[in-house]
């Protein structure tokens, strides 16, 4: 229990300092956001009327006569009511629409390339530590080139590749835009198909991590003594590898996902924009080319609350791994 | 006193220390350092040599060749000349990253792991709240809010280094928490060193391998977070690097002109530096963690041998080992065992005593093959001789044959009663993963019971079946791998320094038990220590080994009385008895009495 | 002659109990006095208290209470700064009381300039290499060399001679050869014998061996959940143990002289007796720990 109380309470802390950057980052700027915005919103013919002043700077800072505490508290409420202010560059929604309306490309996209990364990352791993000393040895190395290659840049190449040239997957786009958005199987067909080369892209880049944090614990683990016991005791090898040593050795693989998963979104957000994925990543980037600076925090606090709830799950998954974790503080 | 004249002093060699810290040879070290040479050469000396990388020329996109080697771009400004000033501009950034973020997190992960209390507790949560805050939706957000005039590449390198310090100051502050509980830590303390001075001199030095990897490691994250910014056009306004040029090359469409040459140099570049310093992190992660190094290709498979089971001499004899060698095929080859013969006989304690290296422990893990490479028996044979009457060539046996042998006629309790146990699954999931293996017919039930009947057996509680390892006292889990190993009835138990880590009154208990089960069940034991009176005690027959060979084989009355290697009355001389005489012992100066003999 | 009293020392670590803390007491109340050219054992099985004993007595852990008073020869008290410079430690582990990155030259150099022992280079220099002979080790040999280019027992002397660096007098050494391999054990310890004969060292032998205990000490405590049990003459504690914890131990350790003997002493016996009392051997009586001086 205190374990969980723990995390909890950490995760607590971890989305009020996420919150109160998003509150002080527009603050300390040089600039005034908020005049930008109020100008871009007129232009787009959007009414000037003093609560939606009133909103973005709470959002955004400005000067104001009101105390900063207050200002801030301010902006707490609205934060814990959704209301992230109005999109400019999608004028006249709210950004919690915006948000809503891409965010589940985004968490489809990501969550299942991340996941089947992370897999084919351990099993990979898991294969060539337990196999030290074969030619698997050399698979190794090979994985740094994949790790070190910019996101965006093999996303561009593949695109050359298989889209452009060989013309097998989509160019762009979550899916054919012929088709309506919804529950049947064509467009979810198109969906899966415009999503495979972005899903490769995140993959590739991202799957040498996993290999080799896996492998190195692996090599670590061959070596404990009730791998050795579980040999003697006449196990089949597989069941040694799987249930003594690969079932040790992921424990870091899983404690450290958090370090990694930042990694994955920040390259997958890049990754949108290349292939004009209807993500949040995309919006980011459109927001920040408009200086829509409400659409630009809202999902920054988005993003950060997927991704601090991704770590949550993950924690508490580790609890069910690792039984040592629920018997001590 | 010798004379030590100012002639005869010695300068230290300085240098020698230092290379401890280096990085072991290999290919990829080799390979790793080669790359960055020769890109950090290109962004150092290259834009020396190009040409203006600005100039426009009334030759877009040509291909490369003649004088463009990599073409030009689309306004007909020379890749190579903007390849050479954004290597500069990208390797610039990723060294002012690298240094920063080091910096931070050794600030943080090195000072909060050393000093400890309130200061560890709140420097430890600030480094995982920004660790799980996601650094680039943060940089690209606070990027968006400096106007790009005022986005130099300073602004750049802090941002980069605030969002990208976290993970590194985690893992610093973990080694720095080992560190500080070592005892050279407190033998400094206790020599009256100040506390910088011990984080300076004592505790650093030993965290470098790890900063170094931290340190290329945060250089990577910064190139390549650098080239996204920038691509994104969010980068330093006043510095090119690799991803401004890659964002140039989007814009101006050079893929889909095919100009490849403009688009793919500059990610190659960052693919093989990340590359190469990845390499050399392989190296220094090896001086981290020495069990990471290369070893050598395994051989196939060892070559199968027809089996030739050495003769029973008598019905007692249980196992034979007949001139058994085992070498460790290392640049060097290291006879661990040199040509030992054995015989255990049913229902004996047979010890076998040795130091540190003897090679006691190499020769029970080849009875059951479980050596591994580089260890390779090399010569003689292992024969068990089961009590149906037929004899086996332990060492011929075909690796499935093997794995039904293991176990079930021989078992093993390792050194370490700690470590065996696999700490995630259940003392129950344990035991009766045995089971499930050789006796695939058995019930649930039948298996339940068998296991709680083990458990019985050594005096351990059967409601411990649902324990976890980390549950148990040592001496418990102590008793519970004797159990596991009694699950089979095997006719032969290698037991392995089985109580070396316990107290001596938990000790005595397992012995006993040891010794009240071998009665009553009848197993021989291969009882492996260095505790020469423990055996003296326990043991029918002794064996002293002694770099790799056995120097006295006896009845343990015999070995105790009238030892006969020189080496076995050192050995008993150097335990002084607890009610006799003192052996070599000399406290007060004068000779001990009687030599060695007791 | 400098003599160390630790009067009625008491330790208590902080603990979490689900969300409780409490305290618990590793060291209760134990007193006993550390004279040049004698040396006091503190016996005891692992969780005894005794090597938090020796870290309060090294400084490298408060006492939570009692004092530990250290008296020059001229019969003053020690102030503390210069407390390091008369008490050192000799650590269980050779292996990892020496910094790997140091040479043998630094582990020694640097305890001689910190206490004042010798100034400038070639005087500091002169010191180590005496330092290394005075613990039998062929100085010029192994000056320069790291630890991990040493065995066991070299490793362990170089302890020995950095904790007769600073020049100190009373030496805390704990379980000082329980990790090396038997047959260097009493080389070792008959190094730390002849040292303390031509020094007149005071000695404080931590372990978990009797026999040694028997033969390198003069006095011997025994302590049972962070309490002694029995104290007295080294020979009378080992050879005819009162307490029922002193007999346990004596009856579980190897002893090649009583093959096949039954464990006489029944654990439950100890658990009765406790750490309530403990018997004296000098007067011959059974002392009630809480009023024992």
Not at chain 1, 175 to 185: E, F, S
Not at chain 2, 91 to 112: K, Q, R
Not at chain 2, 514 to 522: F, P, Y
Not at chain 3, 16 to 28: F, M, N, P, S
Request: aromatic share 8%; hydrophobic share 45%.
């Amino acid at each position: 229990m205190r374990y969980y109380a723990r995390k909890f309470g950490f995760y607590l802390v971890a989305l009020w300092a996420a919150l109160t950057l998003n509150f002080f980052v527009p603050r300390l700027m040089p600039g005034n956001p908020v005049d930008v915005l109020m100008a871009k919103l007129a232009q787009r013919g959007g009414t000037v009327d003093p609560a939606a002043r009133r909103a973005y700077e709470l959002l955004l800072g400005a000067d104001t006569s009101e105390p900063l505490f207050r200002q801030y508290l301010s902006y707490l409420g609205n934060m814990a009511r959704g209301d992230l202010g109005v999109s400019v560059s999608a004028f006249p929604a709210p950004v919690s629409q915006v948000i809503a309306d891409s965010l589940p490309w985004t968490l489809v996209l990501v969550g299942l390339a991340t996941l089947l990364s992370f897999l084919l990352g351990v099993v990979l791993g898991a294969f060539v530590g337990w196999r030290r000393g074969t030619w698997l040895d050399g698979l190794v190395p090979a994985t740094t080139v994949l790790a070190a290659v910019p996101y965006f840049w093999l996303a561009l190449i593949l695109v050359a590749l298989l889209a452009s040239g060989l013309g097998w997957f989509p160019l762009m786009g979550g899916y054919d835009v012929v088709l309506d958005p919804g529950w049947n199987a064509d467009f979810i067909g198109s969906a899966a198909y415009h999503g495979t080369l972005p899903a490769l892209t995140i993959v590739i880049s991202s799957v040498g991590g996993w290999l080799l944090g896996m492998r190195n614990m692996m090599v670590s683990t061959t070596a404990e003594d009730y791998v050795l016991t579980a040999k003697a005791k006449g196990l089949k090898d597989s069941r040694v590898m799987i249930r003594y040593a690969a079932r040790n050795a992921v424990l870091p693989s899983v404690a450290g996902f958090a370090i990694s998963l930042g990694f994955v979104v920040a390259g997958s957000i890049i990754t949108e924009q290349v292939f004009s994925y209807p993500g949040i990543g995309s919006k980011l980037l459109q927001a920040v080319q408009n200086n829509d600076y409400a659409l630009m925090q809202g999902i920054f606090l988005v993003i950060t609350v997927a991704v601090l709830g991704a770590n949550l799950v993950v924690d508490l998954l580790y609890a069910v791994i690792d039984p040592r974790t629920r018997a001590g503080g | 006193m010798t004379d030590l004249g100012p002639a005869t002093v010695a300068p230290p060699r300085g240098r020698a220390g230092w290379r401890s810290m280096l990085p072991r040879w290999s290919p990829k070290l080799g390979v790793g350092l080669g790359l960055i040479a020769v890109i950090a050469l290109f962004g150092l000396l290259g834009p020396l040599f190009v040409g203006d990388p600005v100039t426009i020329r009334d030759l877009g996109l040509t291909p490369p060749g003649g004088e463009h080697p990599l073409g030009t771009t689309l306004t007909g400004q020379d890749v190579l000349a903007q390849l050479a000033h954004s290597t500069r501009g990208s390797l610039h950034i990723g060294l002012l990253v690298g240094v920063l973020a080091t910096l931070l997190s050794a600030l943080f992960g090195i000072v909060g792991g050393y000093v400890g209390g309130v200061v560890d507790e709140a420097f430890s949560l600030f480094s995982n709240v920004m660790l799980v805050i996601p650094g680039l939706p943060l940089v690209i957000v606070v990027s968006a809010f400096v106007p790009a005039d005022q986005r130099g590449s300073w602004t750049v390198a802090v941002v980069l280094a605030i969002t990208g310090w976290a993970a590194s100051a985690r893992v610093l502050r973990a080694q720095t928490l080992s560190l500080r509980t070592r005892d050279y830590v407190a033998a400094a303390r206790v020599a009256g060193e100040k506390p910088w001075r011990v984080i300076a001199v004592e505790v650093l030095p030993n965290l470098l391998p790890l900063l170094a990897s931290q340190f290329v490691f945060s250089v990577v994250y910064a190139i390549l977070s650098e080239a996204g910014l920038s691509f994104l056009g969010l980068g330093a306004s006043n510095s090119s690097t690799l991803g401004t040029m890659l964002y140039y090359a989007q814009n101006g469409f050079a893929l889909q002109r095919e100009a490849w040459w403009w688009f793919v140099p500059p990610g190659l570049v960052i693919a093989l530096f990340g590359c190469g310093l990845a390499l050399v992190n392989f190296s220094i992660d090896e001086i981290i963690n020495p069990g990471l190094r290369d070893i050598p290709r395994r051989p196939r498979a060892e070559a199968v041998r027809e089996p030739a089971p050495a003769a029973r001499t008598d019905d007692d004899v249980v196992l034979t080992v007949d001139r058994l060698s085992v070498v460790y095929q290392v640049d060097t080859p290291v006879h661990a065992v040199k040509d030992v013969s054995l015989t255990l006989r049913r229902g004996e304690i047979l010890g076998l005593a040795g130091e540190s290296g003897c090679g006691k422990t190499t020769l029970a893990y080849a009875v059951d093959r479980l050596h591994r490479p580089p260890a390779e028996i090399t010569g003689g044979s292992v024969t068990f001789h089961d009590r149906d009457g037929e004899d086996v060539d332990v060492l011929a046996l075909r690796p499935e044959e093997l794995r039904a042998f293991r176990w079930s006629k021989l078992s093993v309790v390792f050194q370490g009663a700690m470590n065996a146990l696999n700490p995630v699954i259940t003392v129950r999931a344990q035991l009766e993963d045995v089971l499930i293996t050789h006796r695939p017919g058995m019930s649930r039930a039948a298996r339940r019971a068998r296991c709680e009947e083990v458990l019985r057996l050594v005096g351990v509680d059967p409601r411990r079946l649902g324990s976890f390892p980390h549950e148990l006292s040592g001496g418990m889990r102590q008793r519970v791998v004797i159990a596991m190993a009694l699950l089979l009835d095997p006719q032969v138990m290698i037991m392995d320094e089985p109580t070396t880590a316990l107290d001596v009154v938990v000790q005595r208990g397992i012995l006993r038990e040891i010794m009240r089960l071998r009665d009553e069940i009848g197993f021989a034991v291969l009882f492996i220590t260095h505790d020469l009176p423990l055996l003296l005690e326990l043991a029918d027959r002794i064996a002293v080994m002694k770099d790799g060979e056995i120097v006295e084989h006896g009845p343990a009355e015999q070995v105790h009385r009238e030892p006969r290697h020189p080496y076995t009355r050192r050995l008993l001389d150097s335990f002084p008895s607890l009610t006799g005489e003192r052996g070599a012992f000399v406290r007060s100066g004068e000779p001990a009495p009687s030599g060695g003999a007791r | 002659m400098t003599t160390l009293e630790a009067r009625r020392l008491v330790k208590d670590f902080p603990v979490r109990v689900g969300l409780r803390r409490v305290k618990l007491r590793a060291v209760d109340d134990v007193s006993f006095t550390l004279v040049p050219g004698r040396t006091v054992a503190l016996v005891g099985e692992s969780g005894s208290g005794k090597s938090t004993i020796a870290r309060m007595i090294a400084r490298l852990e408060k006492p939570s209470g009692g004092d530990i008073a250290l008296t020059a020869p001229d019969g003053s008290r020690v102030p503390d700064r210069h407390y390091r410079d008369h008490v050192q430690m000799v650590f269980q582990d050779p292996f990892a009381s020496l910094n790997p990155f140091h040479t043998v030259e630094h582990h020694l150099a640097r305890p001689l300039k910190l206490h004042g022992r010798a100034a400038g280079r070639e005087e500091t220099w002169r010191q180590v290499l005496r330092l290394l002979e005075r613990v039998s080790l062929p100085a010029r040999d192994v000056v320069h060399r790291r630890p991990h280019e040493l065995s066991g027992g070299q490793r362990q002397r170089v302890a020995i001679a950095r904790a007769l660096a600073p020049g100190a007098k009373v030496v805390v050494a704990d379980e000082p050869v329980s990790m090396l391999d038997v047959s260097i054990r009493l080389g070792v310890l008959n190094l730390l014998a002849r040292l303390q004969r031509e020094e007149g060292l005071a000695v404080l032998y931590i372990t978990h061996d009797l026999a040694t205990a028997r033969h390198f000490s003069d006095d011997v405590l025994v302590l049972y959940k962070g309490r002694v049990v029995e104290r007295g003459p080294a020979d009378d504690v080992i050879l005819n143990p009162r307490h029922p914890y002193t007999k346990l131990l004596a009856a579980a350790a190897p002893n090649p002289d009583a093959r096949g003997r039954a464990l006489d002493v029944d654990p439950a016996e100890v658990e009765r007796a406790g750490a309530a009392a403990a018997y004296d051997h000098t007067t011959g009586r059974w002392e009630d720990v809480r009023t024992a001086g």
